[in-house]
């Protein structure tokens, strides 16, 4: 799941155009077989068909080339590094204006593969689309797997299916052609006599030591002038278009990734390890971080219910991880002592602990654990979403001594609820109800040393920022002011300053204790990382001193 600054909930795919291209886009770029059909059965209701028997062609297909051409002139925003904006006045609409252009070029991904029933209606709809535009702004790409078996290169798949798409009235002028080896110039040879595509219109997509990679390789083989010479661009006429491009910087990302000698461990501690791509938003945060402090990543994957034991639960919440993890399990443990041996394990080896978002109570007692244990031995710690909520649990019960402080979501009749549900949110009704997209958030307290946060000195000492949200549960305003005055600090809060968006220990008692209510992963890019995971993995590599006296020095400048 994805969330875009509209509050759309997406599929991955689009945050991987976001992270890449660095804009940001909105949900109508998300176009669904729902959202069509529900668009047609509106036009049918209101009478715009005349009584007219509604058809898969032509509205159906109609309606798919209306919504393209619509989204492709939506402005798309490109947004400058977080650190090193200055737009303190939070404006986001007047950033939209200023900063954003309709695209030159519009890249419509179909998914799926050919002959899939999903895909069929689209590529119909593509086929027509061609002849509305015009071939000379149309240009149809074709990915395909070029399997090497017995050394040889096998064509045979990339034949057929370009077949059967050309029987569909589509014929592609590019073919990707993914492999784990270089394409042999015979190879493409032959993909080009049986598929009526120029050779050097046939791009080798090989595998490489990182994705990062991609881009070049695809410019070594002239994409930017194929796709120039396809679509009539002049550069002339388009002075943003440079040829070739200028992928210097990202250049000198790729290459350095596997050059880093330092290695930083971070374990990230969730209820969903067992689906990874669960996390992806996450995990490609702590990767940009990492190589923002030219260090290696190892993840130390921690299931949050191994780290549990008898007791989590009732009258052993103050107890601390490290008393339990030398005490061994308990009878109640789901997980085996081996598991809860390996767990602590994990967490105790880390450099940085991330406790990112989640729903359910599975896996939360262990959460607070691991919170818990950071907090006291001094290991870097974000907290995302429920990881933030978990780490104010946890200084409740330890801190301020509310032993059955808990969230509503998993004790509804705790005496100390220091979560609760949002009072606006449809508790009945859980499909897109949550307070969803981009949210203001004002840096409102210093520490009580009169020091100024360390994530605002991370966002480069703005006043607020606009991050993404995805929750319906937040900590409790009646009580915030109570946990606020114990010591952990709520220096960043909404508008109105009743909801609590970002909680931090002083840098004089802990090195880096932080935690967000929004979720600042979706905001991150390769050579932009996100502050909170940029500031978990300068503490986890021990530069986060060093980074704020040299940045605390250029604001304003």
């Not at 303190?88 to 030159?104: S, V």
């Not at 070029?146 to 057929?160: I, N, R």
């Not at 360390?454 to 946990?483: D, F, M, N």
Request: glycine letters at 8%.
């Amino acid at each position: 799941m994805f969330v875009l600054k509209d509050g759309g909930e997406s599929d991955l795919d689009l945050g991987n155009y976001e992270r890449f291209l660095n804009i940001e886009l909105t949900s109508e770029h998300n176009i669904t077989t729902g959202k069509i059909y529900r668009q047609v059965i509106w036009k049918e209701r209101r009478g715009d068909y005349l009584g007219k028997t509604v058809q898969v062609v032509p509205h159906i297909t109609n309606e798919i080339q209306d919504l393209l051409e619509r989204v492709s002139k939506i402005p798309v925003h490109q947004r400058p590094p977080c650190q090193n904006r200055n737009d303190d006045d939070g404006d986001e609409e007047d950033d939209d204006k200023n900063d954003t252009d309709i695209a030159d070029v519009c890249l419509v991904e179909v998914g799926g593969t050919v002959g899939d029933i999903e895909s069929s209606i689209f590529l119909e709809a593509l086929r027509q689309f061609q002849f509305r535009v015009g071939t000379d702004n149309f240009v149809l790409c074709f990915v395909s797997l070029v399997p090497v078996l017995s050394d040889e290169q096998k064509t045979k798949p990339t034949q057929h299916g370009v077949k059967d798409f050309r029987s569909l009235g589509l014929s592609p002028s590019i073919i990707f052609c993914r492999s784990n080896q270089p394409l042999l110039d015979a190879t493409k040879q032959k993909i080009s006599n049986f598929c009526h595509v120029p050779p050097q219109n046939v791009l080798s997509v090989h595998d490489v030591s990182n994705v990062y990679h991609v881009p070049l390789l695809l410019q070594e083989q002239n994409l930017h002038s194929i796709l120039m010479e396809a679509l009539h661009l002049n550069p002339s006429n388009q002075p943003k278009l440079q040829l070739p491009p200028d992928l210097g910087e990202w250049s000198v990302m790729a290459q350095s990734i596997e050059t880093f000698p330092g290695i930083v461990k971070i374990a990230l501690i969730g209820k969903y390890t067992g689906l990874q791509d669960s996390y992806l938003s996450v995990i490609k945060s702590l990767k940009y971080a990492a190589i923002a402090c030219k260090h290696r990543l190892e993840l130390l994957w921690v299931e949050a219910t191994h780290l549990e034991q008898a007791g989590s639960e009732t009258e052993d919440n103050s107890a601390t991880a490290a008393e339990n993890f030398h005490d061994g399990p308990g009878k109640k443990n789901a997980a085996t002592s081996d598991e809860y041996q390996l767990a602590w394990e994990k967490v105790k080896s880390a450099h940085g602990v991330i406790v990112p978002g989640g729903f359910g109570s599975r896996g939360f007692e262990g959460k607070v654990l691991a919170a818990e244990y950071c907090r006291t031995h001094q290991i870097p710690f974000l907290g995302v979403c429920l990881g933030f909520q978990a780490m104010v649990v946890e200084y409740c019960r330890n801190v301020i001594g509310w032993k059955e402080a808990n969230s509503t979501e998993f004790d509804p009749d705790t005496i100390h609820p220091v979560v609760f549900f949002m009072p606006e949110i449809d508790p009945d009704n859980l499909g897109g109800t949550m307070r969803l997209g981009a949210r203001l958030t004002k840096f409102t307290h210093q520490h009580d040393n009169g020091e100024m946060s360390t994530t605002q000195r991370l966002y480069g000492g703005k006043e607020q920022v606009w991050e993404r949200h995805r929750h319906r549960y937040e900590v409790h305003p009646e009580r915030a002011e109570t946990i606020h005055q114990a010591g952990l600090t709520f220096c960043g809060r909404d508008e109105t300053g009743t909801r609590m968006e970002i909680a931090e220990l002083p840098r004089s008692q802990h090195p880096y204790y932080v935690g967000t209510q929004y979720h600042p992963e979706f905001q991150s890019r390769p050579m932009q990382p996100s502050p909170p995971f940029h500031g978990l993995l300068l503490a986890a590599c021990g530069q986060l001193d060093q980074y704020l006296q040299e940045h605390d020095g250029k604001k304003g400048k």
